[in-house]
């Protein structure tokens, strides 16, 4: 089994910033894709940011400029540094990956979500 958890959501102003975490851990042999998706109440989930192993990063063009993903594959961690936040970046924060097991083939996994919210 594999399991992802994240952490560093939280209550900022608008303006802030905040950095977001994620670990997997379980029977992983390679990760070969990490993301950030969000969403909002009443809202479809999107992406926010992914990375690939060889690190090619890829952003929502509402995030450019101010998100920066990034991942440590020692640690099997990717990483979300929120800057210049504003009030429509309100959502849950969910972190998804593509991990190989050991003898096995790859899956998606996702974790349970971090709620960020951001105030006028």
């Known amino acids: 089994q594999v399991q992802l958890v994240e952490s560093g959501g939280g209550l900022v102003q608008a303006g802030g910033s905040l950095r977001l975490s994620c670990a997997a851990s379980g029977n992983i042999f390679r990760i070969n894709h990490m993301a950030w998706y969000r969403q909002a109440p009443g809202k479809q989930r999107e992406l926010v940011a992914d990375v690939t192993s060889g690190g090619i990063t890829n952003y929502a063009d509402s995030v450019k400029g101010r998100f920066t993903i990034s991942s440590d594959n020692a640690k099997n961690t990717v990483y979300l540094q929120m800057d210049s936040l504003k009030p429509e970046d309100t959502a849950v924060y969910y972190c998804?990956?593509?991990?190989?097991?050991?003898?096995?083939?790859?899956?998606?996994?996702w974790g349970q979500g971090t709620q960020v919210t951001v105030s006028s």
């Open positions: 998804a990956a593509e991990v190989k097991a050991a003898w096995g083939t790859p899956a998606d996994y």
